[in-house]
């Protein structure tokens, strides 16, 4: 949440000439409306099985660059099916992430006292994104331009056009895949780049 996971994600998908995916985006074409409303008619137990549908078809449908939801790295399932892949958590402070998402944004799990409450979820939800991550950017005061440099040096890929940013990372063992990013309430991924 906050992190920028779509801007990110589309940039780094052109910036690599492929294509991009985001699983939010899934959801909402699934389900035929909005994702706050999926939680207010239906609960938050049935946006996650959606979540779990729209994550496990991108995966196996998808090849370029797809971005997760912030939940989505907590189902055991869905760690599973990201490991071994490139996944980059996209790590943001509550200071940036609540100037990104606003405090009147349409986000369910943050509707009452939103920072402490994002302060919670990330704590549960950080030991869970670096699991799974090859990499982790941080995308504090930087730009999403930035952000994408960083992980396309991280991970070592081949750009089909260059942007001559600087990078800051912290590298894990890399691989081939297009980046996998989960999306985060202070990270967010880009699947093939929490």
Same mark, same amino acid.
Not at 53 to 76: C, F, K, P, R, Y
Not at 109 to 116: G, S, T
Not at 133 to 147: K, L, M, Q, S
Not at 157 to 185: I, K, N, Y
């Given at each position: 949440?906050?992190?920028?996971?779509?801007?990110?994600?589309?940039?780094? *998908?052109?910036?690599?000439?492929?294509?991009?995916?985001?699983?939010? %985006?899934?959801?909402?074409?699934?389900?035929?409306?909005?994702?706050?409303?999926?939680?207010?008619?239906?609960?938050? %137990?049935?946006?996650?099985?959606?979540?779990?549908?729209?994550?496990?078809a991108a995966v196996v449908e998808h090849s370029g660059v797809l971005s997760l939801g912030g939940g989505a790295i907590?189902?055991?399932?869905?760690?599973?099916?990201? %490991?071994?892949?490139?996944?980059?958590?996209?790590?943001?402070?509550?200071?940036? %992430?609540?100037?990104?998402?606003?405090?009147?944004?349409?986000?369910? !799990?943050?509707?009452?006292?939103?920072?402490?409450?994002?302060?919670?979820?990330?704590?549960?939800?950080?030991? !869970?994104?670096?699991?799974? *991550?090859?990499?982790?950017?941080?995308?504090?005061?930087?730009?999403?331009?930035?952000?994408?440099? *960083?992980?396309?040096?991280? !991970?070592?890929?081949?750009?089909?056009?260059?942007?001559?940013?600087? *990078?800051?990372?912290?590298?894990?063992?890399?691989?081939?895949?297009?980046?996998?990013?989960?999306?985060?309430?202070?990270?967010?991924?880009?699947?093939?780049?929490?």
């Amino acid at each position: 949440m906050g992190v920028g996971k779509s801007t990110v994600g589309a940039l780094l *998908a052109d910036r690599l000439g492929t294509g991009y995916r985001d699983t939010d %985006a899934d959801i909402e074409v699934m389900a035929g409306r909005p994702i706050p409303e999926i939680f207010i008619d239906e609960g938050e %137990a049935h946006f996650r099985e959606l979540e779990r549908q729209a994550v496990h078809a991108a995966v196996v449908e998808h090849s370029g660059v797809l971005s997760l939801g912030g939940g989505a790295i907590m189902d055991s399932g869905t760690r599973k099916l990201l %490991a071994g892949l490139p996944v980059v958590f996209l790590d943001v402070g509550v200071n940036d %992430a609540m100037k990104r998402v606003g405090l009147n944004a349409p986000r369910p !799990l943050l509707a009452v006292n939103p920072r402490q409450r994002w302060r919670e979820l990330m704590e549960e939800r950080r030991p !869970l994104y670096t699991e799974v *991550a090859r990499v982790v950017v941080r995308t504090d005061e930087r730009t999403p331009e930035d952000v994408s440099d *960083a992980v396309v040096e991280a !991970l070592d890929l081949p750009s089909a056009r260059p942007s001559g940013h600087g *990078a800051v990372a912290e590298p894990r063992p890399t691989g081939s895949d297009s980046p996998r990013t989960p999306g985060g309430d202070g990270g967010s991924g880009t699947g093939r780049t929490s």
